[in-house]
């Protein structure tokens, strides 16, 4: 479902991705660990087309990132730290503008659905400025499974919530992962990834220097296995 | 939904969202009606109002469109909603003519309020050369938005972009600017309508070639 082949990407004379090699079956939720600046950002942006690669192949459904980057961007969805929402628009309004985007049909009732979901039906006629930085969160994760995608990206998705939205999101990957979906996440909290995840890598650096199905993983001690390769590659 | 469809979609949406906050339309229409007044003020009132009145009414339009351009970008940036924007399966140049016909539209409207108030401080009766003025005014803003919103794009990360939007900007749009200028001097001085032919083809001429480049290049500007 995803398939990455020698991965990089340059700055300048600074690399922040140096390649990357990854294949993903249909269903499996890898959680990419790695400190500040080991390319995270870099790997998901460009996963999902908002930045070009230096070089490397990048198939994600089949379909070649570089030459079928309009059909790729249907196939995927990305939930970010930050939430791609419009203030100024209702939730309602939000998801509305986002599926016409799509080309979604039965808007009305799909809306409804994911708002129903996420637990803002009730509010989805609200200006988005008037909700919680965990609503937000959650309306983002509302616009990003709105077109059912095949292939989720997400970057940090738990920065900045509070306990109650940081659950609720937990429960949302659950639910995400159930489905068959194929998940790549990036993300500083080792509890939160591991609970989740088929597959643990680290990236340090911009390489990907560990990568085990969740199966060969002590989670009891890998936070030691972490900051072993973390300062082995630095 | 097809190709105008989406265009108008995104249009929409700015409109949508400016109806809520008026803050585009508000900071244009300010600094439009700032200009004139100081305009009014700092002209000799003896002075032929053929010299200083178009030059005085296009820097209104001109600098009160940068800050429209501006503005609209910074809600885009906002969390950072551009990028969601970047990530739905259009075509980038749909995201631009989206964007470039939200920004003519504010912009038209603060000019068609502006204009009145121009007329009024200067002592002008515009009203029967209302169809030529409209026209160049049209032109003019066409081409102004349709390279300030590829600009304002290409800015959109950069720290200091509401002075980088202005010095990319102008460089690029002074044949619209002289174009604008002298054809609103041909029409303030009631010249016939062949007098600012040429003017007019210049502005055509404009705005379909950076209207055609900016939609084809804005894929480019817009990648990180």
């Given amino acids: 479902m995803v398939y990455i082949q020698n991965l990089t990407k340059s700055f300048g004379n600074f690399k922040a991705l140096r390649g990357i090699n990854l294949k993903l079956e249909k269903g499996q939720f890898l959680t990419i660990f790695g400190p500040n600046g080991a390319g995270k950002t870099t790997l998901i942006k ?12 990048i198939k994600i459904a089949g379909l070649d990132l570089r030459e079928d980057g309009e059909s790729v961007r249907k196939q995927i969805g ?10 100024n628009l209702t939730a309602y309004e939000n998801l509305k503008f986002y599926g016409k985007m799509y080309d979604l049909q039965n808007l009305p009732a799909t809306i409804e659905r994911v708002l129903e979901e996420v637990g803002l039906k009730d509010r989805m006629h609200d200006l ?33 919530l509070d306990l109650h939205a940081a ?68 | 939904m097809g190709f105008f469809q989406k265009v108008w979609f995104i249009t929409w949406k700015d409109i949508k969202a400016e109806w809520r906050t008026r803050e585009i339309f508000s900071s244009m229409f300010i600094f439009a009606l700032l200009v004139i007044v100081i305009f009014n003020f700092a002209l000799d009132p003896g002075a032929d109002p053929q010299m200083t009145l178009p030059g005085a009414l296009w820097i209104a339009f001109t600098f009160a469109g940068v800050l429209g351009l501006n503005r609209s970008f910074i809600l885009e940036r906002e969390n950072e909603a551009f990028q969601g924007l970047l990530l739905c399966p259009v075509d980038r140049g749909i995201i631009y003519l989206g964007k470039m016909l939200g920004s003519l539209l504010f912009m038209s409207l603060a000019e068609l309020i502006a204009l009145p108030i121009f007329m009024v401080f200067f002592n002008l009766n515009l009203l029967n050369l209302l169809p030529e003025l409209g026209l160049v005014i049209l032109l003019s803003t066409l081409g102004f938005i349709s390279v300030g919103t590829l600009f304002s794009a290409m800015s959109i990360h950069t720290k200091t972009r509401e002075v980088m939007l202005p010095v990319l900007l102008f460089p690029v749009v002074v044949p619209v600017i002289i174009g604008a200028v002298k054809a609103t001097d041909r029409i303030l001085a009631q010249k016939p309508l062949s007098e600012i032919t040429s003017w007019l083809h210049l502005l055509i001429a404009f705005d379909v070639i950076f209207l055609v480049a900016s939609f084809l290049t804005f894929e480019f500007v817009v990648e990180e």
């Avoid at chain 1, 460009?46 to 070089?55: A, D, G, H, N």
């Avoid at chain 1, 990305?78 to 203030?87: A, M, N, Q, R, W």
């Fill in chain 1, 46 to 57: 460009i996963l999902s087309t908002l930045m070009k690669p230096t070089s490397g192949v």
């Fill in chain 1, 78 to 87: 990305v939930i970010s730290h930050s939430t791609y929402l419009y203030p």
């Fill in chain 1, 128 to 160: 988005v400025r008037t909700y919680s930085r965990g609503m937000q969160q959650r309306l983002s994760i509302a616009r990003a499974i709105l077109h059912d995608p095949a292939v989720m990206f997400l970057d940090e998705p738990y920065t900045g």
């Fill in chain 1, 167 to 234: 659950e609720m999101l937990r429960d949302l990957l659950q639910t995400v992962h159930t489905r068959e979906r194929t998940v790549i996440m990036t993300t500083h909290s080792i509890s939160q990834g591991l609970e989740v995840s088929d597959l643990v890598g680290i990236l340090v650096r911009g390489k990907l220097v560990y990568l085990e199905p969740i199966g060969k993983i002590d989670t009891q001690d890998f936070g030691k296995t972490y900051f072993y390769w973390v300062e082995q590659a630095g």
